[in-house]
Structures are given as C-alpha cells and as structure tokens.
C-alpha cells in the first residue's frame, strides 16, 4: 500500500487504461480479498481515475479469479458492490459479470467433500452465498440472461450440493423457457447424484407437458 500512499499524496492524475491496469495488478499481490477490495477502493479516488465498461468488466473478472487457497469463498457483497458502481457510472451489465463469480464459487465448491465434516462449514457458506448471486435484484438489467447465468448457477448449485436451489432454478425457468439441453442435462445429473429419482420424472414430465423434445 505504500506505493498508493505516495501516489495520493502527491496527487498523481490517472487515466482509465492506467487505473485498470493498477487496479488488476495491486489486487493480484495482495494477501487477500479485504486488501483487493482496498485497493479498488482507494485507486478509485485518485483524480481522473474513472474505470470505463471494459475496465469495470476487467476489474470484476480479476477480482472472481483471486484465490487465496482453495477454499476460500470470493466476498460476493464486495463484489456486488464493483457491479453497483459499475451501474451508477453509467455502463451496462452483462451476463458474464454474474457468471463470473459463480463459476468461481464452483471452483471451490470442487475441492469439497460432502462427506467430510471439516467441509461442511464451507458448504453452508456456499448455500447461503449462492442465492443472492442469481436474485432478480442483481440480474434484472440484464436484458436477456437465459441459458447464460441458468446453466453456471445450475451447476454451482449442483457441485456445491444445494440441490433446492438447483431444481427451484430450473422450475422458475421453465415456464420463461430459457432453458436449453445443457441446463436439464445439470438437472437430471444433480437428480442423480442426490438419488431423487423422482425429481427427475417431475422434470421429465414437466418439460413434455411445456414442449420440449
């Protein structure tokens, strides 16, 4: 952080493509996701220091690929919080900003064992940490998410064992049909590893009563 010091003090200007690359780099060093977020935060009031959509886009996908071991979980409420200033300065969401930090969440989500008890913190983390990253209240200005967040979201779920949230995905889906053969292909495998055979006639039957073939 020193180096910030010196640049606020003597109140060193910077352009977008400038505070991007500091922003990555500096957050890439740091010894975790309270120093990263820091580090946005402070390059962010630097004079001239204004992110464009493609920093913004840059920042948000350095910031879901910091790992600090294998289990740690990405702070999704910092993380929201890049998206928020992203959308406050004017510039556009896409899907990519959602399905970021959740295919990093299955990441970790991989490196768990469901039957062993020193993991099932982290599970409980991951459940709670899931659902606010696919509310409506986050991906509502995304003009058309579809397959693009329902299949990483699926398949969060599914490595993180949250299998309510798997199939209450794919239910509240089906009606808006923006589902595609990879989303129920996540499905059927999550019905399988959970051993609800039943769950995955409900689907079956459901897509046949919507259409689907």
């Not at 952080?1 to 606020?8: F, K, S, T, V």
């Not at 910077?14 to 740091?30: K, P, R, V, Y």
């Not at 993180?160 to 589902?179: M, Q, Y």
Request: proline share 6%; glycine share 4%.
């Amino acid at each position: 952080m020193a180096l910030l010091d010196d640049m606020e003090k003597y109140r060193i200007p910077m352009d977008s493509m400038a505070s991007t690359t500091l922003i990555i780099t500096l957050m890439q060093t740091s010894t975790g996701f309270p120093e990263a977020f820091q580090v946005y935060h402070r390059i962010r009031r630097f004079e001239g220091a204004i992110l464009s959509t493609k920093g913004f886009a840059a920042v948000l996908h350095a910031f879901s690929q910091l790992q600090f071991g294998n289990k740690t979980i990405p702070p999704w409420r910092a993380y929201f919080q890049i998206v928020k200033d992203m959308r406050e300065a004017g510039h556009p969401s896409s899907s990519h900003v959602y399905t970021n930090i959740l295919r990093q969440m299955a990441r970790v989500a991989a490196q768990l064992n469901i039957n062993d008890e020193a993991d099932e913190d982290i599970f409980r983390q991951l459940a709670i940490a899931i659902p606010p990253n696919t509310s409506p209240s986050h991906t509502r200005p995304i003009r058309r998410p579809g397959h693009r967040l329902l299949e990483p979201a699926d398949d969060t779920y599914q490595r993180a064992a949250c299998f309510p949230g798997c199939t209450a995905s794919l239910e509240h889906a089906l009606p808006t049909r923006k589902v595609d053969n990879v989303s129920i292909s996540i499905m059927l495998d999550a019905c399988g590893r959970a051993g609800t055979l039943h769950v995955a006639m409900h689907v079956y039957q459901k897509l046949h009563e919507d259409g689907y073939s």
